[in-house]
T-cell receptor, first 115, second 113 residues
Framework: GAVVSQHPSWVICKSGTSVKIECRSL??????MFWYRQFPKQSLMLMAT?????????EQGVEKDKFLINHASLTLSTLTVTSAHPEDSSFYIC???????????FGPGTRLTVL | LAKTTQPISMDSYEGQEVNITCSHN???????ITWYQQFPSQGPRFIIQ???TKVTNEVASLFIPADRKSSTLSLPRVSLSDTAVYYC??????????????FGTGTLLAVQP
C-alpha cells in the first residue's frame, strides 16, 4: 500500500518550453503533497507544500510563478515548470501524506533535462 | 523544524551490523524521528519511525535515548544492496503542512563485499 507514481519518469525539453509533471497517490488519499528537487550528489530540497483545493505554500527562494503547483484532487498534484532553462534540469520528487500521519510516501521521481 | 546532523559517509562490509547516529538537539515535543533510504535516481523509501526508546521492524531498529536529542539507526547484517544514502529527519505528526520534512545531507553507506 501507500504507492505514489510520477509521470513522466524522465523528460527532455528545449529551453523556453513548459513541462508538466504529474504525481498520483494510487491507493490512498493524499491530503497534503510535497514537491522536492534534487541536484546530483545533493540532498532533497523542499520546494512547496500543497493541500488539496488550496494554493501551494512555497519555500523561500522558490519562484511560485515559475513552478506552478496544482492539487485539484486528493490523488493528483501537478508541477509545471514554466519557461524551463538548463538550470532547471534536476530530479523532481513528489510525496504525499494523509491527514494525521507523519510518514510521507515518495514517488519514484522525474528526471528533467532542459537543453 | 529541528536540524539534524549525520556523518557524511560510512563504510561497512557484508554481514556486519551498521549503526548510523543522528543528532537533533532541538527536537520538539511533538516531533517524531523518521529514517529514509534513497538509491540513486529513486525517491526515498521509508525505513522506520519512532518517538522514544526502541522501535524494531523487519529491516531495522531505531534507538532513541530518553532526552531524544539523538537517534541511532541499526541495520543488521548489511548486504551490498544496502548501499544507499540514509536520511534522518524529524517532523511533527499533526497532519497537513506541518508534516513537511527538511532533508539534511544524509549518510552515504557503502557496503563492500
Amino acid at each position: 500500500g501507500a504507492v505514489v507514481s510520477q509521470h513522466p519518469s524522465w523528460v527532455i525539453c528545449k529551453s523556453g518550453t513548459s513541462v508538466k509533471i504529474e504525481c498520483r497517490s494510487l491507493d490512498f488519499q493524499a491530503t497534503t503533497m510535497f514537491w522536492y528537487r534534487q541536484f546530483p550528489k545533493q540532498s532533497l530540497m523542499l520546494m512547496a507544500t500543497s493541500n488539496e483545493g488550496s494554493k501551494a505554500t512555497y519555500e523561500q527562494g522558490v519562484e511560485k510563478d515559475k513552478f506552478l503547483i496544482n492539487h485539484a484532487s486528493l490523488t493528483l498534484s501537478t508541477l509545471t515548470v514554466t519557461s524551463a532553462h538548463p538550470e532547471d534540469s534536476s530530479f523532481y520528487i513528489c510525496s504525499g501524506t494523509s491527514g494525521g500521519r507523519n510518514e510521507q510516501f515518495f514517488g519514484p521521481g522525474t528526471r528533467l533535462t532542459v537543453l | 523544524l529541528a536540524k539534524t546532523t549525520q556523518p557524511i559517509s560510512m563504510d561497512s562490509y557484508e554481514g556486519q551490523e551498521v549503526n548510523i547516529t543522528c543528532s537533533h538537539n532541538n527536537i520538539a515535543t511533538n516531533d517524531y524521528i523518521t529514517w529514509y533510504q534513497q538509491f540513486p535516481s529513486q525517491g526515498p523509501r521509508f525505513i522506520i519511525q519512532g518517538y522514544k526508546t526502541k522501535v524494531t521492524n523487519e529491516v531495522a531498529s531505531l534507538f532513541i535515548p530518553a532526552d531524544r536529542k539523538s537517534s541511532t539507526l541499526s541495520l543488521p547484517r548489511v548486504s551490498l544492496s544496502d548501499t544507499a544514502v540514509y536520511y534522518c529527519l524529524v517532523g511533527r505528526r499533526d497532519g497537513g503542512a506541518t508534516n513537511k520534512l527538511i532533508f539534511g545531507t544524509g549518510t552515504l553507506l557503502a557496503v563492500q563485499p
